[in-house]
C-alpha cells in the first residue's frame, strides 16, 4: 500500500521537479544559472551542478 503525501512532500517533489527542468534547459542552452549565495547573487555553470 502507498503512503499518501503530505502538502508538504507535494510542494517539496513539484518544487525539485521543477529545479530539474531548469538546470536541464539551461544545460542545453549553455547559460549560466543564477543562484543566491552568501547574501549575493551569483552565476554559475549548469555542468557544475550535478
Known sequence: ???RMS???KAEAALKKA???VVERH???GRPLSIWEN???I???PN???
Open 1 to 3: 500500500m502507498k503512503k
Open 7 to 9: 502538502l508538504q512532500d
Open 19 to 21: 529545479v530539474r527542468g
Open 27 to 29: 544545460k542545453k542552452t
Open 39 to 41: 547574501g549575493k547573487t
Open 43 to 45: 552565476r554559475i555553470s
Open 48 to 50: 557544475s551542478v550535478k
